[in-house]
């Protein structure tokens, strides 16, 4: 016999499977209805269709054997929508003022390194650590009288006469009689304002104090042009030589009177000794064309140098020779 090809053995297969399965075995109970309905009409006409119809809605269907419930799977977390942002109202921006480069610092000097000093055997070097300096302190600013001479840095040699010259500093020497008709207070007066005031016994200086205040201040830069120091200086020197040591008073005895030497006080010192420069500038301007600046100037300059020309000088000797004789 021939063989038999594939596709004659896949035909024949399928007949007798076909033979051997009646309609509507081997398939669901809903297909095999279905199946059956399609064949009723053939034997029974519309009545055995609806029959059939109605006892397949009546059977139950078979229920599906019970699966284990899967495991919910995790919810992704909703992505939350992206807020629009909002727009903001766009704010004019001033221009910056450009400020001016300031001057670079200049730089801090450099200090130096301490010394490091020799160590004993079996010892290390020490480092002495830099002591920091304390700040200068600021000098007092000092008047000048007026405004020209300092009055600071005079020197008085005559230890008697120190404590009664008052040189402190002073623009003006006017105190406006402040000291005056107290007991002791002239030591608490400036030195040239005492001077001033002794210029003005005379009557063309008498109540003047601002003239005569002006003819003290030439005398002193007429002092300063021809000594070329300070005129301040000059003056106490006039007055340390023109000051008397001795004098003379008058004792009685009974009914006579005798003369008798003593020692002067320094503040009566100091007292004659201006009385006597000033009177002999005013007594220098008799008969003279010279200004009496020039003729104070003139006095002092000659008692500060010792001269027996100048009225201080004479009026000291002469006190001192009387006083001599009385002893």
């Keep these: 016999m021939p063989a038999k090809s594939k596709t004659t053995k896949k035909k024949e297969a399928k007949a007798t499977k076909a033979k051997k399965t009646p309609a509507g075995k081997g398939k669901s109970p809903k297909v095999a209805e279905k199946a059956k309905a399609r064949k009723a009409p053939a034997k029974g006409g519309k009545g055995a269709v609806e029959k059939v119809a109605k006892a397949a809605e009546k059977k139950p269907a078979k229920k599906a054997p019970k699966k284990p419930p899967a495991k919910p799977a995790k919810k992704a977390a909703p992505k939350k929508p992206a807020k629009a942002a909002a727009k903001k109202p766009t704010k004019k921006v001033a221009p910056k ?30 480092k002495k650590a830099p002591v920091p300096k304390a700040p200068a302190e600021p000098k007092p600013q000092t008047l000048l009288l007026y405004g020209r001479w300092d009055m600071s840095e005079i020197e008085i040699k005559d230890a008697g006469l120190a404590r009664h010259m008052n040189l402190s500093s002073t623009f003006l020497p006017h105190s406006g009689g402040r000291w005056a008709n ?55 020197e006039a007055l340390e030589n023109a000051a008397p040591r001795e004098e003379i008073t008058r004792l009685r005895f009974g009914g006579i009177s005798v003369p008798r030497a003593v020692d002067v006080a320094p503040a009566r010192r100091l007292d004659l000794a201006l009385r006597h420069l000033c009177r002999g500038a005013v007594s220098a301007t008799y008969k003279n ?39």
């Design 97 to 126: 003022k450009v400020e001016p480069k300031k001057a670079e610092a200049p730089e801090a000097p450099v200090t130096p390194t301490p010394k490091v000093e020799v160590a004993e055997k079996g010892r290390a070097p020490t």
């Design 289 to 327: 064309r010279k200004p009496i600046h020039e003729c104070l100037a003139e006095e002092t300059l000659m008692a500060a140098k010792g001269d027996i020309n100048s009225y201080a000088i004479g009026k000291k000797e002469e006190m001192e020779r009387v006083a001599a004789s009385a002893r």
């Design 182 to 236: 107290k007991p002791f207070a002239k030591q608490r007066v400036n030195l040239v304002e005492r001077l001033t005031n002794n210029m003005m016994r005379t009557e063309k200086y008498t109540g003047k104090k601002g003239k005569t205040v002006q003819v003290v201040k030439r005398a002193f830069q007429t002092i300063e042009k021809k000594a070329k120091r300070n005129p301040v200086q000059v003056l106490v």
